[in-house]
């Protein structure tokens, strides 16, 4: 059994205690919560580190792509292709701007399949989407030679990849242009943001155009996301087992208003909430840089803690770990989420909650996640990406990320085993 806090996938699982202070110290600091010189400093930071020519920070990922298809000319009666297996915050802003998605099937590393894109492209298709899912590069060789050879333009979603390298080269830096998430469950963290990157000054000046058409979100939701580690760490994770309290405390503070949930109901309706497309308010800058500057100790506790989960699951045969896949030198994965595929997985997502381990984050039961995502809406088609509606049924993500200590990874294999 797990003492204490518990270990989460989602619940804010990044912050540390650096983190929270420093969120607390911005609640009472409100003159530097839409404008200060910390948002220019985190897209000089991005800049710098990935050796691309301009980046744009966003209040998340989905305003990031948004600017980006608004800067590609991507408009009604052009085809996105993209992998199925994605989240609907990847898909909505395609359908904003009156695209057509068009989903691909995945590979055995749950990433696009480059045989399913061959087989989906027509005449309208535009451009081809990237997930590096989990933060297990894609394919990047075999997909830009075909958006080259087909004059698509080549997107790298780059939301749960910062870090990851392909032929030595960052993620981020292969497409046209990329863009990242700073959502609470991801590699760093600011509960919301985003960057959108590109080395094309073309492309660059239209995405430049957009940003200056937009504003600040209000004071009010910068507000709630600078709550959110603060509430989270003070009083939902230490009384989540205790009584039901932390729940009953996240309950409330969602149904108020208080915190913002990660992917809004209407999400799945394929409705964007109107605080997207927005730019990144300095407060969150603030909270996304200080993660930033942690990034290679985040990632490297990641890769060690996914090296035990390989290392004591790899020779069983209850499950499938995609990440093990023999792809040669070329691939260096950061393992945002660490996933298995498992015949019974509610079986173990209550095994794990019984010992305070939390790894229900929503990634299982569809396609396109969450599961109550209205499929039909997105145009999606059951059966058009069979691979994909497989990994759905069965898969489930173990956590990664820098709370969770090797004792607590060993615990996890082994009640993974015992089962």
């Known amino acids: 059994m797990i003492k204490g806090k518990p270990i989460s996938v989602s619940l804010s699982p990044n912050t540390q205690k650096d983190d929270v202070l420093l969120a607390l110290k911005m609640i009472f600091n409100p003159r530097e919560w839409q404008k200060g010189k910390t948002v220019k400093e985190l897209e000089e930071s991005f800049k710098k580190y990935l050796g691309v020519q301009y980046a744009f920070s966003f209040n998340s990922g989905r305003s990031s792509l948004e600017a980006i298809l ?34 691909v099937d995945i590979d055995s590393t749950l990433n696009l399949s480059l045989e399913d894109l061959k087989k989906k492209i027509t005449p309208r298709s535009k451009a081809v989407m990237v997930q590096h899912t989990f933060g297990w ?16 333009f080549l997107i790298e979603d780059c939301a749960h990849s910062l870090g ?40 660059a000046k239209k995405i430049g155009e957009f940003y200056a058409s937009i504003d600040c979100p209000s004071s009010a939701w910068t507000l709630q996301q600078l709550l959110h580690p603060v509430l989270m760490n003070y009083l939902v994770l230490p009384f989540y087992d205790c009584l039901k309290a932390g729940k009953a405390f996240l309950s409330f503070f969602i149904n108020t208003g208080i915190l913002s949930k990660a992917v809004t109901k209407n999400e799945g309706k394929g409705i964007l909430p109107g605080y997207f497309p927005k730019r990144m308010p300095n407060a969150l800058a603030v909270l996304a840089q200080n993660q930033f500057k942690k990034l ?20 069983s045969e209850k499950f499938i770990l995609p990440f093990t896949v023999k792809n040669g030198q070329d691939k260096l994965p ?53 691979k994909a509606e497989e990994v759905a049924k069965k898969i489930i993500n173990l956590p990664t990320h820098i709370n969770v200590p090797e004792e607590k990874a060993n615990l996890i294999t082994k009640i993974l085993i015992d089962l």
């Open 164 to 203: 990851a390298r392909y032929d030595n080269k960052l993620c981020g830096v292969f497409g046209d242009a990329a863009f990242f998430s700073f959502g609470r469950d991801k590699i760093i963290s600011s509960v919301y943001g985003g960057m959108a990157t590109t080395s094309n000054p073309g492309i």
């Open 334 to 386: 950061i393992f945002m989420k660490y996933p298995v595929l498992a015949a019974n997985p509610k079986a173990l997502t209550e095994k794990f909650r019984k010992a305070n381990i939390y790894i229900n984050d929503g990634w299982s039961g569809s396609p396109i996640v969450p599961p109550l995502t209205r499929l039909e809406i997105f145009g999606y088609k059951k059966g058009s990406c069979p």
């Open 70 to 103: 608004r800067a590609l000319e991507i408009k009604s009666g052009d085809e996105v292709l993209m992998q199925a297996f994605t989240c609907n915050a990847a898909v909505n802003p395609i359908l904003k701007v009156g695209a057509k998605p068009v989903f």
């Open 296 to 315: 290679k100790q985040f990632n490297s506790h990641r890769q060690n803690i996914a090296k035990i989960y390989t290392e004591k699951l790899a020779n």
């Open 137 to 152: 590069p894609a394919d990047m060789a075999e997909i830009k030679d075909f958006c080259q050879q087909n004059k698509l």
